[in-house]
């Protein structure tokens, strides 16, 4: 049996405290004595690569086709903090989209690739990949000229705006995703750390 003595000050007093410990070794009496004194810090910062949206913003999901893989709408951190902006800027204008595609796994991408996204085969590597793009259904509404507007105005970039293969439902966030190799690897390591 060890006697340890800790001395405390939070009062201004100097009480002293004698602690009587068992047969705790004195770094485990240390590392939890440190504790006691300390603050407990904050949990680590958000570390997730990808996230939902807001639940403040109203949007539907909705496969693209019977077939098609299900829709994982979750984004990296950055994406998601623009389609909030932009989403919720739509459903104050009483619109709201409809995702039928968002992050896709290898897997994913590979129907998509092999002939899932109808006559306009997916790219090899996609945005979508890394959490940093969405595809948006009903492009022949009356309201899609304005969900085109609101998206490019908050940073996105417009599949139909592509020169070579137009693809009118996707944006994505390729002007503030960085490299996207290594967007990509990020999100699927912690989509892979996540099933
Ligand atoms: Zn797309």
């Known amino acids: 049996m060890t006697i340890y003595q800790l001395y405390s000050w939070h009062s201004g007093a100097q009480d002293q405290m004698s602690i009587v410990m068992g047969n705790m070794g004195e770094l485990a009496w240390q ?3 440190a504790q006691a004194n300390k603050p407990q810090p904050a949990p680590p910062a958000q570390q997730q690569a990808l996230v939902p949206l807001s639940s403040d913003v109203h949007y539907t999901i909705e496969k693209s086709g019977p077939n098609a893989p299900e829709v994982h709408p979750v984004f990296s951190p950055e994406t998601a903090a623009h389609l909030n902006a932009a989403f919720s800027e739509l459903n104050k204008d009483g619109i709201v989209p409809q995702i039928d ?3 896709r796994t290898p897997s994913d991408q590979a129907y998509m690739q092999s002939g899932g ?7 090899k590597t996609s945005w979508h990949e890394a959490g940093a793009a969405v595809d948006i259904g009903g492009t022949r509404t009356p309201q899609y000229k304005t ?6 105005k908050n940073g996105f970039v417009w599949g139909g705006d592509f020169h070579s293969k137009k693809d009118p ?8 995703s960085g490299n996207l190799s290594q967007a990509v ?6 989509w892979d750390s996540t099933q």
């Open 31 to 33: 590392a939890l004595a």
């Open 101 to 103: 595609s968002a992050f």
């Open 117 to 123: 996204s109808g006559s306009n085969p997916a790219a």
């Open 147 to 152: 969900i085109i507007s609101v998206m490019k």
């Open 169 to 176: 439902p996707h944006f994505d966030g390729r002007n503030f």
């Open 185 to 190: 690897r990020k999100a699927q390591s912690y």
